[in-house]
Every structure is written in structure tokens, then in C-alpha cells.
């Protein structure tokens, strides 16, 4: 964390501006600062990167919101931070950097003098900008053993604790605030879980969970909400991976492709359930399970039905790599409209089924192929969109569209026309 003797600068109506941890998805919650690539005192200019943070599923890069002299981080490895809380300052004001002075020369306190003459005003790595101005009488003191006497409480989010059994000695007010509202009552009851009784078993201890493996528990618990069934068939893989194998097309993308093709011919597999009514999209995104090793990212290919198999192909190659070195963009892992788990490489797995991610209405699971060339594929589906019969129509067109080899024309030729 930046320490006062770090760095001063000259005490004035300095324009700072804050920078903040982003908010890049709806499951971010809080990011983890990995690491700082300027230090205090370094002057930036405006989209210049200036760190990296990690997120709920990859790095990614922090850039300088304007240009100025880089103030005030906070350390690096610092994990949990909430989304929008300030995280480091830009100086605007053009100040020059100003060296730090002696140690018989350091001011003693904000504003003092120091031998040089020059009034100093250490930053710290803490301050953030105040919450809006709310009335004394609309709050209520907290009550939480161990916060800031100074913690307030809305009279609804008191009420609203005790109506979901949420203590108050769990609660604080988010992004340094001093106030607790209704939002930060819903938050921690969202989280409440019960956890097992390990006493009476083996010594344990704790492991923190990467930033990774909490975006899919949370993921997965949302997940839960969505009213599912499944249904499987056998389908012959044999002949199609030879098809993709003589395209040089990796086995997985040509599934993606098939099972993009195929929701073209069947639109409800494409939509999402949203309070009000159905979300229709003529556009096939399909997102793709990737196991990183940490946990599952789902790199999202775009409009993958109309687009050119090469072109896809490439992009895919880029995407896998990204996603193994987690420096997925959100706008590369969120928003598909239809998912795909492959397992086919364990050759062990013969069956299994996957959970549906929120904002989509399907996502098919592929086990490996056995001896006699088939393979157990299982759909499941958001009972609320697709029905038993949508879904076997759906395979029945899967299945024929995997002996379409003209979806996969030709072989694929590299960057100098060698064929692949």
C-alpha cells in the first residue's frame, strides 16, 4: 500500500481523478489488484495502461483515466475490492513530481512547512470521494460490534435484516461509505449459506478460493434457479470427426458450428426467459466450456452459423489461448446464446449433462466416443423456453446436420496456401 513517505505533492486545489475498480460483468462483484506497471509520482496520459486487475474470470489491463502524475495505489495482491472504490489517483493539476524531501526535511503534519518552504499534503491510499449528503434523522446507529461508531443504518434495511434473518454484526456498507442500505442487506443474504460441521471429522484448513472458482460458484448457484430438464441420445460421431480432421478444423469448433447451424432451423433454442416474456436473437453466439486448470471459462464465438469457417477457426485459436493465460476480455467470455461442453478427449466419460448458464436456454454436453463410433450427448434445456418435444426435434436436425461435410468445405489452407 502507498506509504506517506512515498510521495507528497504541493498542498493546492489539486484536480484529482479517481481511479476505480471496474465494473466488467454482472457477476463482478470484486476485483483482486495484481499488480501496478507505473509508480507514484510517474506522469501517464490518458488510455495509458498503468496495471492490471484480476476479475471474476481473466487479467485485465487498468488505464490511465486522464492524464497527470500517477498517486496514491493501493498494494498490489490486494484482493476483495469492491467494485467502484477507488483504487489509485491521477493529479490533473500538471503539478510537477516533487522529490521526496529529507528526512530533516519532512513536513510533520498536512500543510506543514518544510525547510524548503514549500507546503506539502501527503495523499492517502484510502481516500475516496464522499457518499451523497443524507439527512441525520432518516438514519439509525448500526449497532455493529467493531465498525465505525460513525456506521449508520436505513430504518428499512433494519427491518429489512431482521425479516431475512441477516445479523447485523455481518453487515458493512460498501465502497467505504457510512451508510447501510437495502442493497447491502440483500448482498450478504444472497451469500448466507450453511456450511458443514467439520469439527468432528479430520484437521482442515482454509484455502481461499481464487477469483475464478467464486465467479462459477456463484454462477453455478444462480444457475440453480433456472427450471431444467435433459434429454440424451446416441448419436455416430465417427464419420463427422473424420470430415473436420481432413478441414483442420479442430473437433470442437466443428460442433460449435453444427450446433449453431442447427439452432437456425430451431429459433427457441436461441432465446432467453426474461420477466418480460421471451428474448428473441437471430444471432448464434455459443459459448464453449474451457477447463483453465482454475476453473471453466466459456469463450463466446460470434454469430458462429454465418460466419467463415477459417475465419472462426482463427479466432477460436485466439480465444483458447487467452482464456488458458486468463486475459479474457468480459465481452469475450459473457453473453452467449447457447453453450457446448466437450469432453470427448476423456475417454473415460460416458456420460454426463451440464449446467445452463443464465441468459441462455440450452447447452449440450458431449462425452467421448466409444468403440462402435457413437457418442452419448446430452441437452439440457430452460423448461420455461424449450420444451421435451423443441429438444428431440432439435437433436433429430443435429444429428443430420453432422453428415453435412459441406458445412466444413475443403482443407484449410495456412497463412503461405499450404494445406494444413
Not at 44 to 52: D, H, L, M, Q, S
Not at 290 to 312: F, M
Amino acid at each position: 500500500m502507498m506509504q506517506e513517505k512515498d510521495w507528497f505533492c504541493r498542498e493546492s486545489k489539486m484536480p484529482k481523478v479517481p481511479v476505480t475498480m471496474p465494473h466488467l460483468s454482472d457477476t463482478m462483484e470484486t476485483g483482486k489488484i495484481s499488480s501496478w506497471t507505473k509508480k507514484p509520482g510517474n506522469r501517464v496520459k490518458a488510455g495509458e495502461v498503468i496495471g492490471e486487475i484480476e476479475t471474476d474470470k481473466a487479467l485485465v489491463e487498468i488505464e490511465s483515466p486522464a492524464e497527470g502524475v500517477f498517486l496514491s495505489p493501493r498494494e498490489a495482491g490486494e484482493s476483495d475490492v469492491p467494485v467502484g472504490e477507488t483504487i489509485a489517483w491521477i493529479d490533473t493539476s500538471g503539478v510537477e513530481e516533487v522529490p521526496l524531501p529529507a528526512h530533516d526535511e519532512r513536513p510533520v503534519t498536512s500543510g506543514s512547512i518544510g525547510t524548503t518552504g514549500v507546503a506539502f499534503q501527503s495523499m492517502k491510499a484510502d481516500e475516496t470521494f464522499p457518499p451523497p449528503a443524507l439527512k441525520a434523522d432518516t438514519l439509525i446507529p448500526a449497532t455493529i460490534q467493531g465498525t465505525d461508531p460513525d456506521v449508520r443504518m436505513t430504518p428499512y434495511a433494519k427491518a429489512l435484516a431482521n425479516d431475512l434473518g441477516v445479523p447485523t454484526g455481518s453487515l458493512f456498507p460498501k465502497g467505504g461509505h457510512q451508510v447501510i442500505t437495502a442493497k447491502d442487506v440483500l448482498r450478504m443474504a444472497l451469500k448466507q449459506s450453511v456450511d458443514p460441521d467439520l469439527t468432528l471429522g479430520p484437521p482442515f484448513r482454509i484455502e481461499k478460493n481464487s477469483s475464478i472458482r467464486e465467479s462459477v460458484a456463484r454462477n453455478m448457484v444462480n444457475a440453480l434457479q433456472i427450471p431444467s430438464f435433459r434429454i440424451s441420445s446416441d448419436i455416430e460421431l465417427s464419420l463427422f470427426i473424420d470430415v473436420v480432421k481432413k478441414a483442420g478444423i479442430s473437433i470442437t469448433l466443428g460442433l460449435s458450428r453444427i450446433l449453431a447451424v442447427s439452432v437456425m432451423d430451431h429459433p427457441r433454442m436461441n432465446a432467453s426467459w426474461i420477466s418480460g416474456g421471451m428474448a428473441l436473437r437471430d444471432q448464434v453466439d455459443v459459448g464453449i466450456a474451457v477447463d483453465t486448470g482454475e476453473g471453466l471459462v466459456t469463450p463466446v464465438l460470434r454469430n458462429t452459423a454465418k460466419r467463415d469457417i477459417r475465419d472462426l477457426q482463427a479466432e477460436w485459436e485466439i480465444l483458447l489461448e487467452k482464456a488458458r493465460k486468463q486475459k479474457l476480455l468480459p465481452r469475450e467470455y459473457l453473453g452467449g446464446t447457447i453453450y457446448l461442453s466437450n469432453l470427448g478427449n476423456f475417454r473415460c466419460v460416458s456420460y454426463f449433462d451440464a449446467v445452463i448458464p443464465v441468459g441462455a436456454s440450452a447447452i449440450l454436453a458431449v462425452a467421448a466416443p466409444r468403440s462402435n463410433g457413437f457418442s452419448s450427448l446430452t441437452l439440457t434445456c430452460d423448461h420455461r423456453v424449450v420444451f421435451g418435444a423443441d429438444a428431440a426435434r432439435f437433436l433429430e436436425t443435429f444429428s443430420a446436420n453432422l453428415k453435412n461435410s459441406a458445412l466444413f468445405p475443403g482443407r484449410m489452407k495456412d497463412k503461405a496456401g499450404i494445406e494444413k
